[in-house]
């Protein structure tokens, strides 16, 4: 079964920066792309990112809403993405998510609980 | 980017009613599309991937159509437990966007 563990949430000002990490199990990490998703009180949900595995040269992808202040990467050995954020602003308050895409239709099957990052000053 | 309109944003029906919720791609996305169900305070579901598809363990009332530009996901016969919000979601190209949800209600 597909586990995902989101930490690193919590209170930053603006212009801040702070690091999510997500612990997977479950499933060969090093074989799988991961991706994050963010989630506004009230709001939907919005694509933030995404790395591939190394066979894909661990690719990364961004939405132009956090491109140039966001960086995922992975460290394999650990089995853990990680979404570094920078620059933070009030707008990138939200409940972030890590996922992981299915090989089929890039699906996502698993879902962390996620974790809270809240910018104010 | 690929645009994805969700309709409607939200619904009233009744316990046993059949419900459809539609999402159009602003381009072509073959098959490339999935819903998830979200209730209060949780993580997304997945309910059907691929289009059609039905994820395990997800009762058989949800169904999923659609190719290409145009998608429907329906509930054949509303229950209490169904009350949720539902995104659709393409996943042919980065950035994997979402539809903006629909919010079933009871009647």
């Not at chain 1, 394999?76 to 998510?97: G, I």
């Not at chain 2, 029906?13 to 539609?22: H, K, L, M, Q």
């Not at chain 2, 098959?31 to 059907?48: M, T």
């Amino acid at each position: 079964e597909v586990q995902l563990v989101e930490s690193g949430g919590g209170l930053v000002q603006p212009g801040g920066s702070l690091k999510l990490s997500c612990a997977a199990s479950g499933f060969t990490f090093t074989d799988s792309a991961m991706h994050w998703v963010r989630q506004a009180s009230g709001k939907g949900l919005e694509w933030v990112g995404r790395i591939r595995s190394k066979a894909y040269s661990y690719a990364t992808a961004y939405a132009a809403s956090v491109k140039g202040r966001f960086t995922i990467s992975r460290d394999d050995s650990k089995n853990t993405a990680y979404l570094q954020m920078n620059s933070l602003k009030t707008e990138d308050t939200a409940v972030y998510y890590c996922t992981r895409p299915s090989n089929t239709y890039g699906d996502y099957v698993g879902w962390g609980q996620g974790t809270l990052v809240t910018v104010s000053s | 980017d690929i645009q994805m309109t969700q309709s409607p944003s939200s619904l009233s029906a009744s316990v046993g009613d059949r419900v459809s919720i539609t999402c159009r791609a602003s381009q072509s996305i073959s098959s490339y599309l999935n819903w998830y169900q979200q209730k209060p305070g949780k993580a997304p579901k997945l309910l059907i991937y691929g289009a059609s598809s039905l994820q395990s363990g997800v009762p058989s009332r949800f169904s999923g159509s659609g190719f290409g530009t145009d998608f429907t996901l329906t509930i054949s016969s509303l229950e209490t437990e169904d009350l949720a919000t539902y995104y659709c979601q393409q996943s042919y190209s980065t950035p994997y966007t979402f539809g903006q949800g629909t919010k079933p209600e009871i009647k």
